[in-house]
């Protein structure tokens, strides 16, 4: 399990190759120079409540080869592109995500969903970030008039959540910040 965890300013977010049985959940990845989530002939993979916004140069998450695919309840915006999928089978499940404002360029050509596309209680709005604040966390805060704010499945909100904020049906209170924040 990946969870709770700032990526800011790396290569990559998270490059994940031949894994089985992992979640990335609750994680916010900005400003990252190639992908946000890059997922890479797995096996049972979940991503789950992550916020994925900035990341320059390709996509907010990119699959390939991955199968028992699960992408749920994720903000995937501003990025070069939305999520990308490559060889990945027609049963993934890819649901209650906004894929928002990816406006693809130089060799990205699509922009929201390439290779796959958003399934049941997915959306493309602004989630109305609170875009102002000493650091990414800050910025990535949702406003209250946001239309995201129960988007999810189950009414849930999307993308991350400050940890010890019960915002997701598993989270209980509560729990041990396993990843750094600035």
């Known amino acids: 399990v990946v969870r709770d965890n700032y990526f800011d300013n790396n290569y990559e977010g998270l490059f994940v190759i031949k894994a089985t049985g992992i979640t990335i959940q609750n994680n916010l990845i900005v400003n990252q120079r190639y992908d946000g989530i890059n997922i890479s002939e797995g096996s049972d993979v979940k991503v789950l409540y992550n916020t994925i916004d900035k990341n320059k140069i390709l996509r907010g998450i990119k699959v390939y080869k991955t199968t028992l695919?699960?992408?749920?309840?994720n903000l995937v915006t501003n990025?070069?592109?939305?999520?990308y999928c490559s060889s990945?089978?027609?049963?993934?499940?890819?649901?209650?995500?906004?894929?928002?404002?990816?406006?693809?360029?130089?060799?990205?050509?699509?922009?929201?969903y390439s290779g796959c596309a958003g399934g049941v209680g997915?959306?493309?709005v602004d989630p109305k970030y609170v875009?102002?604040?000493a650091n990414m966390m800050e910025k990535h805060e949702l406003k209250s008039d946001s239309p995201?704010?129960?988007?999810?499945?189950?009414?849930?909100k999307l993308g991350w959540s400050r940890p010890g904020e019960v915002s997701q049906p598993s989270q209980k209170g509560p729990k041990l910040i396993t990843g750094v924040f600035y």
């Open 131 to 133: 875009g102002v604040g």
């Open 122 to 124: 997915s959306v493309s």
């Open 88 to 112: 990945v089978p027609t049963n993934a499940v890819i649901a209650y995500n906004d894929v928002y404002s990816n406006k693809g360029s130089g060799r990205i050509a699509s922009s929201e």
């Open 69 to 73: 695919l699960v992408i749920k309840n």
């Open 148 to 156: 995201v704010l129960k988007a999810g499945e189950n009414s849930t």
């Open 79 to 83: 990025n070069n592109g939305g999520i």
